[in-house]
T-cell receptor, first 112, second 112 residues
Framework: NAGVTQTPKFRVLKTGQSMTLLCAQD?????MYWYRQDPGMGLRLIHYSVGEGTTAKGEVPDGYNVSRLKKQNFLLGLESAAPSQTSVYFC???????????FGPGTRLTVT | ELKVEQNPLFLSMQEGKNYTIYCNYSTTSDRLYWYRQDPGKSLESLFVLLSNGAVKQEGRLMASLDTKARLSTLHITAAVHDLSATYFC????????????FGDGTTLTVKP
């Protein structure tokens, strides 16, 4: 099993450009999450999904959109990137009775 | 609003010494997690604590949970350099769709 994978690993955008981050999991998990991590801080939840076709807002959703068309994939979109969105983005999925989160390797995004 | 506070935020210790990291949370929660993050890497799950009085140990790390005090501790015994990392605690509730709230992390540096 690959677990949770993220594409791309690194990206530099100019202000106003758009992009999509892809998260894929092969563990048949229902719940998936997108977090951002800024220097010296913990993770903050952007959006999450409790199943295929469903999405919901987290703590910091502004400027982001998501889609979960297939159970194994969770996409995070930035329609018009801003420097404040420079961050490391982590995707996670939940499995098992303990709701333990499995994290992807992260995407380091810089917006100039 | 659920808040999670860790202290200390930075910890420098000598090899062979013992120390404790504290995690306080503001409202009743059902699950408490400890994660480890190495620089530039993703988060790795260490422990999941589900009930009052729960204690789990792995190598030189031991985590405990006191739900009445809303406090978890991560105790480090006879620290070694390999334990240098940032440690996060996170909490969630059974009814919260697995949405965890994270502390800001404790950066541990173990010096020879």
């Amino acid at each position: 099993n690959a677990g949770v994978t993220q594409t791309p690993k690194f990206r530099v955008l100019k202000t106003g450009q758009s992009m999509t981050l892809l998260c894929a999991q092969d563990m048949n998990h229902e719940y998936m999450y997108w977090y951002r991590q800024d220097p010296g801080m913990g993770l903050r939840l952007i959006h999450y999904s409790v199943g295929e076709g469903t999405t919901a807002k987290g703590e910091v959703p502004d400027g982001y959109n998501v889609s979960r068309l297939k159970k194994q994939n969770f996409l995070l979109g930035l329609e018009s990137a801003a420097p404040s969105q420079t961050s490391v983005y982590f995707c996670a999925s939940i499995g098992g009775w303990s709701f333990e989160q499995y994290f992807g390797p992260g995407t380091r995004l810089t917006v100039t | 609003e659920l808040k999670v506070e860790q202290n200390p935020l930075f910890l420098s210790m000598q090899e062979g010494k013992n120390y404790t990291i504290y995690c306080n949370y503001s409202t009743t929660s059902d699950r408490l997690y400890w994660y480890r993050q190495d620089p530039g890497k993703s988060l790795e799950s260490l422990f999941v604590l589900l009930s009052n009085g729960a204690v789990k140990q792995e190598g030189r790390l031991m985590a405990s949970l006191d739900t009445k005090a809303r406090l978890s501790t991560l105790h480090i015994t006879a620290a070694v350099h390999d334990l240098s990392a940032t440690y996060f605690c996170a909490v969630d509730t059974f009814t919260n769709a697995g949405k965890s709230t994270f502390g800001d992390g404790t950066t541990l540096t173990v010096k020879p």
